[in-house]
């Protein structure tokens, strides 16, 4: 089998399923949608965050299974740093967190430019311009992590001249879809998907763009397998390949509550030269910066093995540092 391309590391929606149509599921969830923004912008900031952490509080009491999750990631990325009754405390918190940042989101779309400049501060925009010195652009690492859809529009913080850019990933619901789509281009914001290709999107940084790529997630069985906390995973090589291609730097970004309705962003480094895995110590550290503000919902370590493969053949077949024994943790 050949290597699939680049951008379908991206964790996005498969096209490759005919979904039938369905008006009427589709223009219900829309309403709800508008509903919600709309109800969570007539909030005043702060209040939305507060609402939101009680609705947090209510879904881990009734989201068992959610709730477990949530527990085994903590104990994988903080194996050996926190005992039980830490964790048990952490995800508790996750979800209070996650609800405030969730309905914050919702909030924050109604935002003009300047409010929401207002409640973003950056922590050292020098790395931007730093970094813009060494090539012609900038892959942005941003997490799932604070209110991060919001971080689509801060584009007028960045140094003049260079283009915003983002990869998303497309809807299921085609209203959805296309009201999101217009809120995000509204900010001048330029968007690739797996449908642009991979010359698109470096040819957009060759010519002084920056691009966010949201690459923290799982990516099933596509992917290069590396570190992340400590425990092997596999993660999409799309932003090292982009900037490796484009010969621009990298950068990822923590996105922290500073208290309700603010945030606080912070550009990290690497620490070693471009490839996936110091991309992911990247990301590692941008999300050790505040990790209640990380989606910790999703399995992230889950494990899948490709039809006729086992656990062995998975570690074995490709490593991120041959000749050196790995550990994996399956719970």
């Excluded at 892959?139 to 850019?165: C, Y």
């Excluded at 493969?309 to 077949?317: G, H, M």
Aim: hydrophobic letters at 40%.
């Amino acid at each position: 089998m050949g290597t699939p391309h680049p951008l379908q590391t991206v964790p996005v929606a498969s096209s490759s399923r005919i979904r039938k149509p369905k008006p009427l599921k589709w223009r219900l969830e829309w309403l709800v949608q508008v509903g919600i923004e709309h109800l969570a912008a007539s909030m005043p900031g702060p209040f939305a965050f507060r609402v939101g952490e009680i609705l947090g509080g209510v879904a881990c009491t009734f989201m068992t299974s959610r709730r477990q999750i949530v527990l085994r990631n903590l104990r994988i990325a903080f194996h050996g740093e926190k005992d039980m009754e830490e964790l048990r405390a952490m995800v508790r918190e996750t979800f209070r967190r996650t609800g405030a940042n969730l309905l914050s989101a919702l909030h924050s779309t109604q935002l003009t430019a300047e409010q929401v400049s207002e409640i973003v501060d950056i922590e050292n925009p020098e790395l931007v311009d730093d970094a813009l010195t060494k090539g012609p652009g900038v892959v942005l690492m941003p997490s799932h992590m604070g209110n991060w859809e919001i971080l689509t529009r801060i584009n007028r913080r960045f140094p003049p001249g260079h283009a915003n850019g983002a990869f998303y990933r497309p809807l299921n619901n085609p209203l959805l879809d296309a009201r999101v789509l217009a809120q995000r281009e509204a900010e001048s914001c330029r968007l690739f998907s797996k449908r642009d290709s991979f010359l698109q999107a470096s040819a957009f940084l060759r010519e002084g763009g920056i691009l966010g790529i949201l690459a923290d997630q799982r990516v099933g069985t596509h992917g290069e397998l590396v570190r992340f906390f400590g425990r092997l995973t596999r993660a999409s090589p799309l932003p090292s390949l982009l900037a490796r291609r484009s010969r621009t730097q990298v950068l990822s970004m923590s996105l922290a509550t500073e208290s309700p309705g603010r945030w606080r962003t912070r550009y990290h480094p690497l620490d070693d030269k471009i490839s996936t895995a110091s991309c992911m110590d990247a990301i590692e550290r941008a999300i050790r910066v505040s990790p209640l503000d990380y989606f910790w919902l999703q399995e992230r370590w889950k494990v899948y093995f490709p039809p006729g493969q086992t656990i062995r053949d998975w570690l074995e077949n490709e490593t991120s540092a041959p000749g050196k024994r790995h550990r994996a943790l399956l719970w």
